[in-house]
């Protein structure tokens, strides 16, 4: 049997939807990790870590061991999440000011941060804050802060935009939000590492290596499955 | 100084200066001082220099504030949001001034400006469009950004509750910038939901300790 190193092929199936992403990610998050979900498609994630994962969930407005989503009696405009969502608290929850917050982060005392993009390089470099267009508006938030604090970085994201352009691109067009950050890319076509040996594909779904190679422009390693 | 009680929100905000630089706490409305916001409103000071993290969520609070165009510049991490059109609006007529800061380098700079810290530097915003004309140095291999402090002539905080020493303690994520602005401004007013009295407090639970307060104020929520 040969070892040779070769991706998981899943030909048998399409992309995967936007649940089983966030189910694919979960995957991944090692027990007992203090994790920050950014906003958007990453809150997903938390609905696949299974209870007894022992994952922290950390909110960068001032909490550990956020709880899931408030319901009904549940909901206090005090206890929020990053996205201003209304959440609940776990016991062992702690509250902090923005400073320790960011110190955490900043500190490395994060494990892994799931980050939604609008692009990654092959090298690991981040754009999701700004689109750089002339009449957007600018807003950062924590992006910046989770991009070269957390131990490791996830990106979770489609692998082509909405006109079919890839966003696991050789050189980020859009602003960056932190160089050489990402560890690990995760989409609803392959799964990726980044870094300085350049983009590693560990699996596919729904498209063979062949076919995902001829539509990105990013030279592309066979990596051995994870 | 010691702090004083204030009977009202508009005695709390007496003296303010036009072209002050203002703190303002809250992430979202989670800890924004609303009616302190809305004194400042009558209290008429304009050409400020607001620093928050958001720029203003529906009408009221710092959007108000920022609709009676008494605001020259915003220093803020995250302005644009599903309800932030207040802002926008001003913004896209050119009629106010933003300085986007990292959430965390913004909770920072206020914290060195509050703890006697000249400059600091930090790895966000290495090699990004937020670190142009900033001077980037690398350390033990990786590139750091140099800021510096930021410090208010106002603050106005939202916290839980105070006692007559003006030790604040705080609710859930109602926290956030509170702390770090009531060490950041050299008038800091704080509303609070109670004014208990002195020895009421844990002492092991305050979280901003009345040396940093000058003036409080209870403010009865409007169910």
């Known amino acids: 049997m040969s070892t040779a190193t070769a991706p998981a092929e899943h030909l048998d199936r399409g992309p995967l939807t936007r649940d089983e992403l966030a189910a694919r990610v979960a995957r991944d998050i090692p027990r007992g990790s203090y994790v920050n979900l950014g906003i958007g498609q990453p809150t997903l994630v938390a609905d696949h870590l299974p209870g007894a994962s022992g994952v922290v969930l950390h909110t960068e407005n001032g909490m550990l061991h956020m709880g899931p989503a408030a319901r009904g009696e549940q909901i206090d405009p005090e206890l929020i999440n990053a996205g201003k969502t209304a959440v609940t608290e776990l016991p062992g929850a702690a509250y902090f000011h923005q400073a320790d917050s960011f110190a955490m982060m900043r500190g490395g005392h994060l494990d892994v941060c799931v980050l939604g993009a609008f692009q990654v390089s092959a090298a690991g470099d981040l754009a999701n804050w700004h689109t750089g267009a002339a009449d957007a508006i600018p807003a950062v938030g924590g992006a910046m802060d989770l991009a070269v604090g957390a131990r490791q970085i996830f990106v979770m994201m489609t692998l082509f935009a909405k006109d079919g352009t890839p966003k696991l691109v050789p050189e980020c067009t859009y602003p960056l939000t932190g160089k050489a950050c990402v560890n690990r890319v995760y989409t609803d076509r392959a799964t990726f590492l980044v870094g300085p040996e350049g983009a590693v594909v560990t699996e596919t779904f729904g498209i063979s290596f062949a076919d995902l190679a001829a539509r990105l422009d990013v030279p592309l390693v066979a990596g051995p499955a994870a | ?223």
């Open chain 2, 1 to 223: 100084m010691t702090v004083r009680i204030c009977d009202d929100v508009d005695a709390a905000v007496s003296g303010v200066e036009d072209g002050a630089t203002v703190l303002i706490g809250g992430f979202g409305m989670a800890g924004m001082p609303v009616e302190l916001v809305e004194a400042l409103i009558r209290q008429g000071a304009s050409g400020l220099t607001v620093v928050s993290n958001n720029a203003g969520n529906g009408d009221t609070g710092l959007a108000a504030l920022l609709a009676a165009g008494r605001v020259r510049k915003m220093i803020c991490s995250f302005p644009r949001q599903s309800d932030s059109w207040v802002f926008d609006r001003l913004y896209r007529e050119g009629r106010i001034e933003l300085e986007v800061v990292p959430q965390g380098t913004l909770a920072e700079r206020l914290r060195a400006a509050g703890a006697g810290i000249g400059a600091f530097y930090a790895t966000t915003g290495a090699g990004t469009l937020l670190a142009e004309g900033k001077e980037t140095r690398e350390i033990a291999g990786r590139a750091h950004v140099l800021e510096y402090p930021i410090k208010g002539d106002l603050a106005l905080i939202g916290a839980h509750r105070a006692d007559r020493m003006g030790n604040l303690v705080y609710r859930k994520t109602a926290r956030n910038f509170g702390p770090v602005m009531a060490t950041a401004a050299t008038t800091v007013v704080a509303q609070v939901r109670d004014v208990v009295e002195t020895g009421g407090l844990d002492p092991e639970a305050i979280v901003t300790p009345g040396i940093y307060v000058d003036r409080v104020v209870k403010v009865v929520p409007t169910p």
